[in-house]
């Protein structure tokens, strides 16, 4: 998740647990502790300048449910020695120190994007894909719980806030599941009539929204994928998108390391390309096709051979930038999620983009458009 709801997350969990004198405290300590497993961006920055390393190991060691409880009690230990408001109270700094460290690595777990919550086990990371990485809906209400505590820090009024605040993001975390779980079933009934059944597939919600989501399943040439509004009735259109599936598996069978890694990584969901002899991965679980987030060279044809090169990742050209162009994806969302379309949301997109540039053929307005 985002930084700021990190934030207002551990200070809501911290003045719902903290004694009424220590409430303002315990809601700055609590911010600042939910964001410690973010520590290892940092700290990976500086050991490596593998992409794919940096990528897989973000959110592992310091977002374990292993590790985090070690450094929750020296943190509790720490405080309790020198702190007088842990000697106070110390069974609730305790779990209150418990609580926010463990609640960031398990709020990551509900993105797309992939937590190791088992590190150093060999466990896939868990990715429950039930927010986007930004949810105003979800957040808010910690915000909201968080400016009730800090303003009335000693009345009861103030732990109630703070409660109430976890409650209804909570409660929008329900909505989530609920939804997930009927834009599966809806797509395990379309991908079966396509003879897609036991497809491996994802679904996950579209940006800052618990109501429009989108489903890819892997199938043999490639992948498809569709969007699915909780408003919209009838099947589900579901678009074809080719994939270089031969090339993907001769790498995987000379266990080139950085595709080994990438493919335990993304659960195997990704698009593989060849570029100028290059084999680029790209991770199909964040992005909106063809213009995914995460795109990583990985191996070099030698001989008719694939071999490993040195990871370099690719920016794609990302579809929208600065303001306007989260304007228009902010409006396509909304348009999208309460009126049935089969087009991709890409191009509800960048649909004023084009039709700008259709209007002045000399690019003037497309560019203006795109600032």
Known sequence: MDSITHLVLGGAIGAAIAPAGQRRAALLAGAALNTVPDLDVPLLLTLTDDPVTWMTWHRSFLHSVFVLPLIGWLVWWACRMHGKRVQAAPVRWFWLIQACLLSHPLIDACTVYGTWLLWPLEVQPAMWSLLFIIEPGFTLWLLLGCVIAWCIPKAP????????????????????????????????????????????????????????????????????????????????????????????????????????????????????????????????????????????????????????????????????????????????????????????????????????????????AASSASK
């Open 157 to 364: 009024g103030g732990r109630r806030g703070a409660i109430a605040g976890l409650a209804l993001a909570a409660a929008v975390l329900g909505v989530a599941g609920l939804a997930k779980l009927k834009v599966e079933r809806e797509a395990e009934r379309n991908l079966a009539a396509l003879g897609l059944a036991h497809a491996p597939r994802f679904s996950t919600p579209l940006p800052f929204t618990v109501l429009l989501w989108r489903v890819v399943a892997m199938t043999p040439g490639g992948y498809v994928d569709a969007e699915r509004s909780l408003f919209d009735a009838g099947p589900m259109v579901f678009h074809g998108h080719a994939s270089d599936t031969q090339a993907l598996a001769q790498a995987r069978a000379a266990a080139i390391p950085a595709v080994r890694r990438l493919d335990w990584f993304n659960h195997g969901f990704m698009r593989a390309q060849v570029r100028d002899g290059q084999l680029v991965l790209s991770d199909l679980r964040m992005g909106l096709d063809p213009d995914y987030t995460f795109n990583f060279a990985v191996a070099q044809r030698r001989a008719g051979q694939w071999q490993a090169i040195a990871p370099q990742q690719i920016k794609a050209p990302l579809p929208i930038s600065g303001a306007s162009g989260l304007g228009r994806l902010i409006g396509a969302v909304w348009r999208r999620t309460w009126h049935q379309s089969d087009a991709p949301l890409r191009d509800a997109i960048l649909a004023p983009q084009a039709q700008a540039a259709v209007a002045n053929p000399d690019g003037t």
